[in-house]
């Protein structure tokens, strides 16, 4: 089934509540014309005879900034001790057999069933960080962007807005080590992944809910010549497109780059490039006072992932020090462990808590609710790393909002200052996400996606090849 455009008619939604970017509203109207943009939030309004209702409090559609999508094939199956010490790399080479196994059909299932999922958690827009690019053989598909291509076409049939950003791997270790037979299938060379990306413009445009930057995979995967390359022949085309890069996730990484270059990761970048508001630092976990400074003024984004960081034994990330210098964050599903930004929300806030034994850690002078700080910092960051124009409800941006049920009990029967911190912080029973719109269309309706059936059905298919 294919998700209908609405009638001219239906461009309206009355809500009795919004959150606008000024705080909460009464009685708003939202307009939106036939490309899903908002051209019309009006507060204070009447309800036209003619216009639909919402049936709950409106908030903007949280945009999710790294998603590796095939990962979510393997979430769950990591959860046991396989050796003596489990750790991240330990992982990495579970999550390596899985890739080597992908085929078009298989990835296409997987993302197709993680975006459905995605929006029914209230994330309506991604950046996909996206790596397998190659046959299992390592040599590339007769449309070298293949998969790339069923990754795009499954947001689009899911409804989901996209960022896509192919991943530039060259060698697997600082010493520049040629990659391993299962990191094969992710190898490119700079003039290659520009290659492959402009093929992929070529085949899917670029339109109101699709994007493109690039992902220079990590600096110990890239080298510097190479990432100069890239960020420049990607700037001739695409002069404001996104760079997303992996970039201090394991303090392995952070001394086997001190080794390397004498620098820390975030220092020999902010060195070594031009890091702006271009740029989304993804799993800035481990940075030192003055790397948090550096990175806090360069106006880039720190893509946060903490479920996984969790998960994964990454580390904490020192989130205080950095918003109260002004830094910018968005958050991410990463490796799909969780996917529910209500999550990654309340254990950014309780990591912090459990290190500083206080509470309300991440809430300022300012922005005493920390919920709202937070969701609100998550919806500007991240919009910035999408490069599109999202992340609230304003004239101009996409029309991706999500409507909260009023009679859910962690929102019901409290102060409207206090639902956010509800959504955000209670973990009782089902989700106060109602139903979730993109680009004025009504994906989720009362907790279910329209294509959740078929989606689920061709998943199962799919995990059933995976898995044999
Ligand atoms: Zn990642």
């Not at 909460?24 to 939030?41: D, I, K, S």
């Not at 046991?80 to 999550?95: E, I």
């Not at 001190?258 to 490039?273: C, I, N, S, Y």
């Amino acid at each position: 089934m294919t998700i209908e455009s609405s009638s001219p008619q239906s461009h309206f939604l009355f809500a009795e509540d919004a959150c606008l970017p000024e705080g909460w509203r009464r009685n708003v109207l939202l307009q939106w014309n036939e490309n899903g943009v908002l051209t019309g939030v009006t507060a204070d309004a009447c309800a036209p005879p003619y216009v639909a209702r919402a049936g709950g409090p409106l908030m903007p559609g949280m945009p999710n900034l790294h998603s590796h999508a095939f990962q979510r094939a393997m979430a769950g199956l990591a959860e046991y001790r396989a050796q003596a010490s489990d750790t991240f790399w330990s992982w990495r080479d579970l999550m390596y057999r899985l890739a080597a196994r992908l085929t078009p059909e298989t990835l296409a299932a997987v993302a197709h069933w993680l975006y459905v999922e995605m929006l029914k958690a209230g994330y309506t827009s991604v950046c996909e960080f996206h790596y397998v690019h190659r046959a299992p053989d390592g040599s590339a598909y007769a449309s070298r962007a293949e998969l790339a291509e069923r990754v795009v076409d499954a947001a689009a049939r899911a409804g989901i807005g996209m960022t896509m950003l192919p991943v530039l791997y060259e060698h697997s270790g600082f010493d520049r080590r040629a990659p391993g037979d299962e990191q094969r299938r992710f190898v490119n060379t700079p003039d290659e992944l520009l290659e492959l990306l402009s093929t992929l413009r070529q085949a899917r445009p670029e339109h109101g809910a699709l994007a493109y930057g690039v992902a220079p995979h990590s600096l110990r995967a890239v080298s510097e010549p190479s990432l100069r390359i890239l960020i420049d022949g990607v700037t001739r085309s695409m002069p404001t497109a996104p760079v997303h890069i992996h970039v201090a996730e394991q303090t392995a990484e952070v001394d086997q780059c001190m080794a390397a270059t004498g620098m820390r990761p975030v220092a020999w970048l902010l060195e070594h490039f031009d890091i702006n508001a271009r740029w989304c630092l993804v799993h800035a976990t481990h940075v030192d006072g003055d790397e948090v400074a550096g990175l806090a003024a360069s106006g880039a984004v720190a893509g946060l992932c903490p479920t996984t960081e969790a998960n994964l034994g990454d580390g904490l990330f020192p989130a205080q020090a950095y918003l109260d210098t002004g830094g910018r964050i968005g958050i991410g599903s990463d490796s799909q462990i969780a996917v529910d930004w209500r999550a990654e929300l309340r254990l950014l806030e309780y990591g912090q808590r459990l290190v500083w034994r206080a509470r309300n850690v991440l809430a300022s002078h300012t922005r005493p609710q920390v919920a709202e700080r937070l969701v609100d910092a998550a919806l500007a960051g991240g919009a910035q790393a999408t490069g599109r124009a999202i992340g609230a409800l304003r004239v101009g941006c996409r029309a991706d909002w999500l409507v909260l049920d009023a009679q859910h009990p962690s929102i019901d029967m409290r102060a409207r200052d206090m639902w956010l911190s509800g959504v955000v912080f209670c973990e009782q029973g089902a989700s106060p996400i109602r139903d979730v719109y993109t680009g004025g269309r009504h994906v989720v309706q009362a907790g279910t996606h329209v294509d959740e059936a078929q989606a689920y059905a061709a998943y199962r298919h799919a995990m059933a090849e995976l898995l044999r």
